[in-house]
C-alpha cells in the first residue's frame, strides 16, 4: 500500500517538475492513517468475531447444562410419578374388600349372619 | 555456497505435488461419494433411535377401584466382572431375595458379562440392594401388569404375558386399546449416554393404551368369589361359576370361575383354570331350563299356570319313557307345580303342546346355541342341535334342559329376559374407555324381545312360588322376594352315555321379585352331595344375594 503511494507521489513529482516536500509529508501521514484505521478496523473485527465465538460457546454450553438440568428434573418427574403409581397400587390392596375380610377373619371377627333392616314407612307413618 | 541441483527440486516438487493431488482426490471422494457414510459412522456414535413404549391402560371396577394397572418396577442386573466380592454379593442378594446364594454365584461365576439376577422386584427389595451399593449391579425400570385385588376377578380380568400381549378376559378382548401406540425418540447423546439439549431431536410422542371402566362391581365380585371358594372346598366340586348381571341393561356385576388363578403369577397356574367357566364352558343346564319351556309355551298361550294334568311319574315322548327325579308321581298338577316340583313329566308335557319347531325357535329366541356376544375373550356358543337332527323324544328332553348345551353366561342372560319384562340384552362388561379424545360409553344392546312383559311377569310370579313354596325354598332370604329355578343335570361322556352318579347342581335366582335389579346364577359341577348339590347351590346363591342386597342399599319388600 505504502509503495503504491511512493509510486503515485513520483509520478506526480515528475509530471511538475517539482515536488513540494509539504504536500508529500501530507499526503504519508494521511496514508498512515488510513493504514491505522484498517488495522484498528481488523483488530476490531477480529475481537467481534472472538467476542461472538465465546457468546455462541458461552450460550451453547448454557444450554447444554440447562439440558442435562431438563434431564435430571425429567428423571425426577417419572420417578415420583413412578412412586405415585405404586402408592395407587399399595392403596387399592389396602381398600380390596378380600383383604379387609382377610384381616378382619384374623382379629377373630365374624360375617353377621342377618343383618335386620327397618322399613323407614312405618317410622315415618308414627310420625 | 553449494546449490541444490534443480532436477532434484523439480523431484522433490513432483512428490509434493503427486502427495497433494492423492490428498486433494482423497478428500474430494469423502466430501462427495463417501460423505454420507462418513456421516451415517459419525452419527451413530452419538444418536440413540429409542421406542418409548405407550403405558397399558388401567382397568376399574364401576367404582373406580383399580382392578389392573402397569407399573415401572426395578429389575436387578448384574455385570459379573465388576463385581469385587461376588461370593459376599451373592449371599447378601440371596438373603434379600429370598433365594438359595448357591444359583446367584454360579450365573456371576458364568461367562455372561451382562445378566439379570431377578426381574420386576418389590420397591422395598429395590431399596434394600440398593442400599447395599454393590460395584456391578444396577437396576433398570421395566413395566408390570399389577392385579391388587391378586385372584379376584381373574376371570374376567384375563392377563398379560412377558411379551406385554392380553390372553383372556378383558385383557385379551380389548388388549389393541388397553396397549395404546408405541413412541419413537431419536436424539445425540454424549459419552455418558445423557441427551444433548442441543443437536438432533424427533420425537413422536407414545399414545398411552385406554382407560376401562367395567360394569364389574369389586364387592359383588368379591362376595361372588368368597361363596364359589367356599362351596367348591365344602363340596369337593370339580369346577363352578357365579354370574351376577343386572337385567335392566345387561350390564355384568361379577364373574367367578372356578378353579381360578392369579393373573400375576401365571406361570404357576394350572391351565384348565384359566378357562372362564362362565362363558366357555357348556353344560346341560337340566331344570333350570323349565322356565324358557314354560315361558315360550304361556307366550304362546298354549297354557296357563293354573292349567293342570295328570302326572304318573313319567312321560311318554317319541316312544321313550321320560320320568321325574326319582320317579315320584305327583297326580293332578299345574303348570305352577311343575317348576315347584321341578317334574321332567311336566315339563315334556308343555313342551310337547308347544312342539318341537316352536321349542327350537324360543331357544334361539333365549340365545342358546350361539354366542351372546360379551365383549371378554374365549366365549363358546354352546349347542342347540338343528331340528334335522332331532329325534322324537328329543321334544321332551329338551324341555327339561336335557340334550343341548349352553353356558352359564347365556342360562342367566336368558333369566335376565324373564326379570326385565320380556328383552334379551347382549351382556357386557366396558361401561366406558377413556382415551385422549374423551370418554366414551357403552350403551346397551336389546338383541330381541322373547317374551311379552305380561309372560315375563308371569313367569317371575311363578319362579317366587318356586322359591317360597318348592322345591328351591333353600334359595328365600329373609324380608326379601325372590324368585327362581334349581337345576340339576346329568354329564354326558363322550360316548354319548351319562356319567353315573356325577351331575351339575345351579341355581338361578333373581331378586326383589317384582322388579329384579339383579339376577344370580351358581352352578357346581360334580359336587360331592350329588342329588342334593342343589342345596349348596343355593346357599352360595343366598350368601352373595344378601352381600349384594346389604352392599346395594335394596330396601326389604316383606316382613322378615
Redesign the interface.
Known sequence: MRTAHAQKARRTVSRAGVASPGRHAQRAVRAASWDLRIFAFAITAIVFCFALALVYVSQTTALSVAGYDAQKLAAQRDEVRRQNSLLEVQSARLDSPARIAADATRLGMVRARFVPVIPAQPLIAKR | MQTVRPRRLRLLFALFAVASLVLAGRLAYWQTFGRSELLARATDQVRSDLVVAATRGVIRDRNG??LA?T??LRSLYAIPKRIPDRTLAARQLGVLLGRDPGPILAAFDSDREWMYVQRWLP?ETARAIDALGIPGLGFL?EPKR?Y???S?GAAVLGFVNDNGNGINGIEGFYDAILRGTDGRLVVERDPAN?????GLREAVAPRNGADLTLTID??AQ?AA??ELTSAMKKEHASSGSIIVLDPTDGSVRAIASAPTYDPSAVRLADPESLRDRAIAWPYEPGSTLKAMTIAAAINEHLVRPGDSYNDVGYAIVGGRKLNNALGKAYGPTTVTQILERSLNAGAAWVGQKLGAQRLVDYFSLFGFGRPTGIDLAGEVSGTVRPLAEWYPVDVGTASFGQGMSVTPLQLAVAYGALANGGTLYRPYVVAARRDADGEHRTAPVAVTHVVTPDTAATLRGMLLTTVDNGIAHNAAI??FSVAGKTGTSQIASPDGSYVEDLYVSSFAGMFPADDPKYVVLVVLEKPDSRLLGTLTATDVFKGVA?DIL?YARI??DRR?
Not at chain 2, 445423557?194 to 442441543?198: G, H, Q, W
Request: net charge negative; hydrophobic share 35%.
Open positions: 377401584a383399580i394397572t407399573v415401572e420397591e425400570n399389577l391388587p385385588n391378586d379376584i445423557r441427551d444433548l439439549a442441543v369389586l364387592v368379591t368369589e368368597r329373609p324380608g344378601q346389604r330396601q326389604p322378615p
